[in-house]
């Protein structure tokens, strides 16, 4: 009875206010009916224009608020058991009905189905024993920063699509040239552009403070992922650090390392790079020094990936072989095996043309192994495989010269 009674009052407060809310709606919407004229449509159309030009990327010195998300979102109920979205079977689940753990999908394990093999089997191989805790109620926010030039215009435009749904604020920095400067300008990953920070001319001991000033909202928890050159991580894996807690950091990506496109890959290596750390690592151990982070020499903390699964994909030269030689000549870390005739202009586009079509490696020695899409679950990232026509020329090996070739 008594409750009933609070909440009748409330109910009545309630009803009286949105009351007055709609009157005194109408009643403001009368009066600038009421100064209706030529100078209302002109104050419209330039609001409009402001509005336009204003929703774009943002850079140095503007503001930033990372919004919060409930990790609760990406798990479903099952009356006994939480379990995650991406990792579990729900039909079976919703077959079996009174199950009182989480099927799994193949690939991914844990009791609620949050780990992803490459996770799974990292946590299994580290040294200590792991008690990871989570999920956590809200999500860490993912910060990705890397360097941007003319040579990974396309790697970036598959970074960002690929991982956007993990990726809080995507922070590229530009300090050669203005190649995807201009990119943005013309409307380059204008979808992602308020997920976008870019930075221009600023060294490497800047970095980081540049970037605290547009973010007063980060916060300790928050991870930071840094990458060299040609990376694209593994999505399934970077949310694993998002929603748990007690990882042990630094943690570092062992890549697969592809060559000219994903259909073909180095034979016996894999690529080590990759940084992921917590706000507060990136403070307390790496001094605030971005050149510390990038180039970290620190104890490797915990390796994703190895020869089977990977925490991502390196992918190296995956330009056209025009693009290459402007590449060679701009940079000293690639090494063609006849370097001089590089540079007398001997190698040209029909010499890289060859190694491409026959997977030989820059060295000139190095064959490369092919790589099959249709039987190879870690061929490329799935933004790849899911706009062949866009990225064609990464899956299949336009100068082979062989007769058949099957994808
Ligand atoms: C939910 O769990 C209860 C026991 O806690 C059980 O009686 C009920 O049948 C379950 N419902 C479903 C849909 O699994
Ligand atoms: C950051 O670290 C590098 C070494 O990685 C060092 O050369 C540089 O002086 C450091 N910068 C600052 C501001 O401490």
Redesign the pocket.
């Known amino acids: 009875m008594h409750i009933y009674k609070i909440n009748c009052k409330r109910l009545c407060i309630f009803v009286i206010i949105q009351i007055l809310l709609v009157s005194s709606y109408y009643y403001t919407r009368r009066d600038t009916n009421t100064s209706l004229d030529g100078k209302k449509i002109s104050f419209i159309n330039s609001g409009n224009i402001k509005k336009s030009t204003k929703k774009t990327y943002h850079t140095q010195g503007n503001q930033i608020v990372l919004d919060k998300q409930k990790v609760r979102d990406k798990f479903v109920d099952f ?2 058991s939480l379990c995650f979205l991406s990792g579990t079977d729900i039909k079976s689940m919703n077959r079996l ?2 199950s009182w753990t989480c099927n799994c999908k193949t690939g991914w394990h844990g009791s609620e189905c949050g780990q992803p093999e490459v996770i799974w089997r990292a946590l299994l191989k580290h040294r200590n024993k792991i008690n990871i805790k989570g999920f956590r109620q809200f999500a860490r926010r993912m910060l990705y920063i890397f360097q941007v030039d003319e040579f990974v215009e396309n790697l970036v435009d598959i970074r960002i699509n690929d991982l956007n749904e993990v990726i809080d604020l995507f922070i590229l920095i530009e300090n050669e040239g203005n190649r995807i400067e201009k990119s943005l300008k013309n409307n380059f990953l204008k979808k992602f552009h308020n997920k976008i920070l870019y930075l221009q001319g600023i060294g490497l001991d800047n970095v980081w403070h540049t970037i605290l000033s547009s973010l007063p909202s980060l916060e300790n928890d928050d991870i930071i992922l840094v990458s060299k050159s040609y990376e694209i991580p593994n999505k399934f894996a970077l949310s694993f650090f998002k929603y748990y807690d007690k990882w042990p950091e630094p943690i570092s990506l062992r890549l697969r390392w592809s060559v000219f496109g994903f259909f073909w890959k180095h034979p016996s290596k894999t690529k080590t790079e990759g940084v992921i750390c917590s706000v507060k690592y990136m403070q307390d151990i790496f001094n605030s020094n971005f050149s510390m982070l990038l180039n970290n020499r620190i104890v490797k903390g915990l390796i994703i990936g190895d020869l089977n699964h990977y925490g991502g994909w390196y992918c190296e030269f995956c330009l056209d072989p025009e693009q290459i030689i402007r590449l060679a000549n701009t940079r000293s870390d690639v090494k063609f095996s006849n370097w001089k005739e590089l540079k007398k202009g001997i190698i040209d586009a029909s010499y890289i043309e060859d190694l491409i079509g026959n997977g030989l490696y820059i060295d000139g020695k190095t064959e490369l192994e092919r790589s099959r899409k249709y039987q190879d679950s870690y061929f490329a990232p799935n933004y790849v495989l899911e706009n062949s026509l866009q990225f064609d020329y990464l899956q299949i090996n336009l100068y082979t010269k062989l007769d058949y070739y099957e994808g």
């Open positions: 009356n006994s009905k009174n």
